[in-house]
Every structure is written in structure tokens, then in C-alpha cells.
């Protein structure tokens, strides 16, 4: 097999990977040591594989590859939130952010290159999906992610990255096939093994594929809600107009029983100046989410080049978090991080492509 067209290894899932290696006249022990190889110890050359033998390396190393994802650019804010411009073999770019906190670090994740959801308030929402990524490349973004970390370490303690959010570019339960299989593939004792209970999807509300994701992933769900009427998130967020706000929210009661008794589902609420932000939209939200474990995450908006929405005062911030913390629901105010190195979701591919086009 020549170079050029080598398989990479990374997304293959346990299975795949043992025919891969049984293709090779080795046996399914020898698939597992590889494995923690890559997701255990994160080694991306096979010369330095030291448990297999010399002949094993060869052959992997003529047919097979651990290619890691190219950076195009990489900032680092002054609250050291860490975002990259990642480059596929195609030359398509996507996203990755890593916020580091007291007590955890969390890596938020794309899962399309681009998006077709045209959420109004979304920056990636100006960008044209373009395809969506393999299990592979999702898998690649945790991998530069602890590469840059200086993160392989197994002791869980000591860990830098232990939360992953599917709240990057694209829409997860549109690409819900290579989303999961990538996901299986973290949530692997013998690799990665971050635990589910620290895994995060954030959907705009694909309906039909909110209850597969529960069953089969058991992660944590957050729903971009963003809006208490109708006919306002048929603006703010399209899809709303095939799966409205009441189906929406059935499908998250439905959810819930499907977690452990303290897991909740979080509700994401963008804050936008004059538009979904009065105390009547609070009070609207507390009674639409009644009966449904929950958190709401208040967002206040990042604005981006080009949009016409406008942050909500921190006064208004406030107030619409305590009508709903009175409620009895968590309503933490998100901390804006990042703003120093275009932190909106898209910006970065957006510059980049800018850049690109400017040069020709």
C-alpha cells in the first residue's frame, strides 16, 4: 500500500480496529495493546509502540497511519481558553476551544464543517455546511487537544482536559452516526475513559434523535432553547419550524428518565437585547420547562462581525436569572471567555477563509 493512501487507525472503533490488525496476521491482543497505545498513552508513531514486535511495527507502519489533524492557527486568550483552526486532508478547517477552569477543562468540539441549521444568532450559522465530519476527525480534536496539553496522563487527577461538549461547529444529531461512534470511542476505560457523566451534546432539538441518543450514549443533553414563543424561535433557530417548542419539550421529559435520578437537562439561553430577554420571557420559561429536571444556562451573547443582535444589559442578566433561580431551577450567568481571540463560534474559519480569498 502505498504512502499516500494509507488508513488512519484513529475513529476506527475496537472491532474495526482488530480486523485491521487480524488483516495483518496478529492477534485481537495485539489490537488492544495498539489501542492504549493511541487513546491511552497517545503515541502517534508506531516505531515507538515498544510492546509489539519489530515486525508488527513494520507492517503497520507501511499500511497504516495515526496521523494527527493539522493546526492553521492556534490563540491563547488572556484567561487561557486555548482556540484552534483545524485542517483536515481536504483542506476544510473547523473549530475547537479548550476552557480551563478551577476544577475542570473542557473541551468544546465540532462535529460538521459549517452548519445548515441558520440560526440567526449564530455566527457559524453564516456558514454553509459543507460535510459532515468522520468519526475520525471528531476524535482528532481530543487528541491535538491533550497533544497541546501535554495531557497524557491515565491518572484522572491529574487530568487538564475531563469534559467534552459537542457545542462546537455543526449540529451533532445531523452527523448523529460519526458523533457516536466517536464518543463510544472517548468514553473507552481502556483509552481516553472520560466518563459519560462529563460528556456534553448540545442539539437545536432533532427531535427523532434525542431518545437514540439517550439510550445508546447516556451523555449529559443540552438544548439550544433560546426562545419561550414559537414564532420567535422559528427565527432564532429554524429548525423550530419542523420540531416547535412543546414537541421539543416532551422529548426532553422523555429523556430525563433515561439519566441517573441527578442528572438534569440543560437549557441554553442566549441573551439578546430587546428580543427574548423580559421578565415576561422568564416567567414564560419557568412554566414551559415545569416538570423536566433542569438547568438553564444563561449566555450572554458574544456578538460577531455582522450581526444586527446586541448583548442584554447585566442588569436585565440578572433579574431574568433570579425570576428563574426563585423558580428552584440552577441558572448560572456563563462567564464570557475568550473574548480576546475571536471566541464566537465560526469567527476563526470565518478570518481565515477571508484571509485565503484576499490572497488570490
Avoid at 426532553?252 to 433515561?258: Q, S
Avoid at 420547562?289 to 444589559?313: H, L, M, R, V
Wanted: net charge positive.
Amino acid at each position: 500500500m502505498s504512502e499516500n493512501i494509507k488508513k488512519n487507525l484513529i475513529g476506527l472503533d475496537k472491532v474495526e480496529l482488530a480486523a485491521a490488525i487480524k488483516e495483518l496476521g496478529e492477534s485481537s491482543f495485539r489490537a488492544k495493546q495498539i489501542w492504549q497505545w493511541i487513546y491511552r498513552i497517545g503515541i502517534a508513531d508506531f516505531n515507538h509502540m515498544t510492546n509489539l514486535p519489530a515486525s508488527l511495527r513494520e507492517k503497520l507502519a507501511e499500511s497504516y497511519t495515526l496521523e494527527r489533524v493539522q493546526v492553521s492557527k492556534e490563540l491563547i486568550s488572556f484567561d487561557e481558553t486555548r482556540k484552534w483552526l483545524l485542517k483536515f486532508s481536504d483542506t476544510n478547517e473547523i473549530e475547537a476551544v479548550f476552557i480551563p477552569e478551577k476544577t475542570r477543562g473542557t473541551l468544546c468540539v465540532s462535529s460538521q464543517v459549517g452548519c445548515t441549521l441558520n440560526c440567526s444568532f449564530c455566527h457559524t450559522g453564516t456558514q454553509n455546511l459543507v460535510r459532515n465530519l468522520t468519526a475520525g476527525e471528531i476524535v482528532a480534536q481530543v487528541l491535538h487537544a491533550k497533544d497541546s496539553l501535554s495531557d497524557w496522563n491515565f491518572k484522572e487527577e491529574n487530568r487538564k482536559l475531563t469534559n467534552i461538549v459537542m457545542m462546537g461547529m455543526g449540529e451533532p444529531l445531523l452527523n448523529y452516526d460519526n458523533v457516536a461512534k466517536a464518543l463510544k470511542i472517548v468514553m473507552d476505560p481502556d483509552g481516553l475513559g472520560i466518563s459519560k457523566r462529563k460528556i456534553t451534546l448540545s442539539t437545536s432539538g432533532i427531535i427523532p434523535l434525542i431518545e437514540k441518543c439517550g439510550d445508546e450514549l447516556g451523555v449529559n443533553l443540552a438544548i439550544s432553547l433560546h426562545a419561550v414563543r414559537d414564532d420567535l424561535r422559528n427565527t432564532l433557530v429554524p429548525i423550530n419550524k419542523k420540531y416547535p417548542i412543546k414537541d421539543l419539550l416532551n422529548a426532553c421529559r422523555k429523556y430525563a428518565p433515561t439519566q441517573n435520578s441527578f442528572r438534569k437537562v440543560t437549557f441554553e439561553y442566549v441573551m439578546l437585547k430587546g428580543v427574548n430577554d423580559s421578565k415576561q420571557d422568564a416567567k414564560e420559561l419557568v412554566r414551559l420547562i415545569e416538570g423536566i429536571p433542569a438547568k438553564i444556562n444563561i449566555i450572554p451573547f458574544n456578538k460577531w462581525p455582522g450581526t444586527e443582535y446586541q448583548c442584554s444589559d447585566n442588569r436585565t442578566i440578572q433579574e431574568f436569572a433570579r425570576i428563574v433561580e426563585d423558580a428552584g431551577y440552577m441558572s448560572p450567568i456563563r462567564r464570557p471567555r475568550g473574548q480576546d481571540i475571536l471566541a464566537a463560534c465560526g469567527q476563526l474559519k470565518s478570518e481565515s477563509i477571508k484571509l485565503r480569498k484576499s490572497a488570490t
